[in-house]
């Protein structure tokens, strides 16, 4: 058996982003992997069923990517892993023995405007380099690995893993989960987003979009923004503050995974306008919990969503269509919810997990 050694030390402390798909990730392969990840993470990793859990501490960047070049190769050797997988971009100069790679989304090349100069430069690099030198590149979606082939070049081998749901989080909510959700909110009727408030995300086009389409209801439901906080928020802001009286803006921060399913399935319609993503795990989530998704035809958004979800163009006007088309159309909502139900089933982390296993038994062998 190849032995694995994968690399969770990228992780945040909150565990979004590359956090979930590490989470659903070992929590699948179990025991065919050993996992090196942060202090704070080695009880999660060893209940998710890890082989063996190796902690470290390194808990800024510069001090993270310092040790991946130095201790990681070490820790490998040490380890006797036949394949290191580096799951966020990054992988060491020097590894001395084959390396799995997972290349998440190209924007760092294609939206370089919604990402900060320093992480742009970090990651257009460690992409080049990790496309040139890895035995084997990961990517979440077909769109991606088309967009690698265009932008960068093609890998010396490439597996496609669809990310996927975890059902005993994600399922439709019971009336008493849904009510406690928004009672916990201070709202009653909703419109969902959730996700990394940063610019990609596209909020302020959907705060608009939400006044245009709500304005004139006699009773309109909130928008609720939930998320932890990335970067560049004024353009939020400015768009917040233009609210008119008589619509709610909510901005409750980072929610609970535990809470989640009443929050998503909870909503009138969960809205998700991103101008580009890698896979889309929001959607699928939100599919999962029988919520009408309303997202963007950009990039991998509709190899998740397929006929399952309304779209519309990122642009406040198009999404403020589709969604006053959306609140008007209860029978429409409901439909979409069945539909996401449907779709969601096909994306597990077993299958994401076996196309892993797959990459291990090809890097093992160069």
């Given at each position: 058996?190849?032995?694995?050694?994968?690399?969770?030390?990228?992780?945040?402390?909150?565990h979004?982003?590359?956090?979930?798909?590490?989470?659903?990730?070992?929590?699948?392969?179990?025991?065919r992997?050993?996992?090196v990840?942060?202090?704070?993470?080695?009880?999660?990793?060893?209940?998710?069923?890890?082989a063996?859990?190796?902690?470290?501490?390194?808990p800024?960047?510069?001090?993270?990517?310092?040790?991946?070049?130095?201790?990681l190769?070490?820790?490998a050797r040490?380890?006797?892993?036949?394949?290191?997988h580096?799951?966020?971009?990054?992988?060491?100069?020097?590894?001395g023995?084959?390396?799995?790679?997972?290349?998440?989304?190209?924007?760092?090349f294609?939206?370089?405007?919604?990402?900060?100069?320093?992480?742009?430069?970090?990651?257009t690099?460690?992409?080049?380099?990790?496309?040139?030198?890895?035995?084997?590149?990961?990517?979440?979606?077909?769109?991606?690995?088309?967009?690698?082939?265009?932008?960068?070049?093609?890998?010396?081998?490439?597996?496609?893993?669809?990310?996927?749901?975890?059902?005993?989080?994600?399922?439709?909510?019971?009336?008493?989960?849904?009510r406690?959700?928004?009672?916990?909110?201070?709202?009653?009727?909703?419109?969902?987003?959730?996700?990394?408030?940063?610019?990609?995300k596209?909020?302020?086009?959907?705060?608009?979009?939400?006044?245009?389409?709500?304005?004139?209801?006699?009773?309109?439901?909130?928008?609720?923004?939930?998320?932890?906080?990335?970067?560049?928020?004024?353009?939020?802001?400015?768009?917040?503050?233009?609210?008119?009286?008589?619509?709610?803006?909510?901005?409750?921060?980072?929610?609970?995974?535990?809470?989640?399913?009443?929050?998503?399935?909870?909503?009138?319609?969960?809205?998700?306008?991103?101008?580009?993503?890698?896979?889309g795990?929001?959607?699928?989530?939100?599919?999962?919990?029988?919520?009408?998704?309303?997202?963007?035809?950009?990039?991998s958004?509709?190899?998740?969503?397929?006929?399952?979800v309304?779209?519309?163009?990122?642009?406040?006007?198009?999404?403020?269509?589709?969604?006053?088309?959306?609140?008007?159309?209860?029978?429409?909502?409901?439909?979409?919810?069945?539909?996401?139900?449907?779709?969601?089933?096909?994306?597990?982390?077993?299958?994401?997990a076996?196309?892993?296993?797959?990459?291990?038994?090809?890097?093992?062998?160069?």
């Amino acid at each position: 058996m190849t032995r694995v050694l994968l690399d969770a030390t990228a992780v945040p402390a909150d565990h979004r982003g590359v956090g979930r798909y590490l989470d659903g990730l070992v929590g699948a392969l179990g025991d065919r992997v050993m996992v090196v990840c942060q202090e704070r993470d080695a009880e999660l990793m060893s209940t998710l069923g890890a082989a063996e859990v190796v902690a470290v501490s390194h808990p800024a960047r510069p001090a993270r990517l310092v040790w991946e070049q130095t201790g990681l190769p070490r820790l490998a050797r040490r380890l006797r892993a036949d394949v290191l997988h580096c799951p966020h971009y990054t992988m060491p100069l020097h590894a001395g023995r084959p390396v799995v790679v997972t290349v998440h989304d190209l924007t760092f090349f294609t939206e370089p405007t919604v990402h900060t100069p320093g992480r742009r430069r970090l990651f257009t690099r460690a992409t080049r380099y990790a496309t040139s030198h890895a035995a084997v590149v990961v990517v979440d979606s077909h769109f991606t690995a088309q967009e690698l082939r265009r932008v960068v070049g093609e890998p010396r081998s490439l597996a496609i893993a669809h990310l996927g749901v975890d059902t005993d989080l994600f399922h439709p909510p019971t009336d008493e989960e849904k009510r406690f959700a928004a009672a916990d909110l201070g709202v009653r009727d909703y419109i969902a987003f959730l996700g990394t408030i940063e610019p990609r995300k596209n909020l302020p086009a959907l705060v608009r979009a939400y006044v245009a389409a709500c304005a004139d209801r006699p009773d309109p439901p909130a928008l609720v923004l939930a998320g932890g906080a990335g970067w560049d928020a004024g353009p939020l802001e400015e768009a917040v503050a233009a609210v008119p009286p008589g619509l709610t803006v909510r901005r409750p921060g980072y929610l609970p995974l535990a809470g989640l399913r009443g929050y998503l399935g909870g909503a009138v319609v969960v809205a998700y306008p991103a101008l580009a993503e890698g896979f889309g795990l929001p959607v699928l989530e939100a599919m999962a919990c029988g919520a009408a998704v309303l997202t963007t035809p950009r990039t991998s958004l509709p190899e998740v969503g397929g006929a399952a979800v309304a779209y519309a163009e990122p642009d406040a006007a198009s999404l403020a269509t589709a969604l006053a088309g959306l609140l008007d159309d209860p029978g429409r909502r409901q439909q979409l919810g069945a539909a996401g139900i449907a779709r969601a089933a096909g994306f597990t982390w077993e299958a994401c997990a076996e196309a892993h296993l797959r990459a291990y038994e090809t890097a093992s062998r160069r």
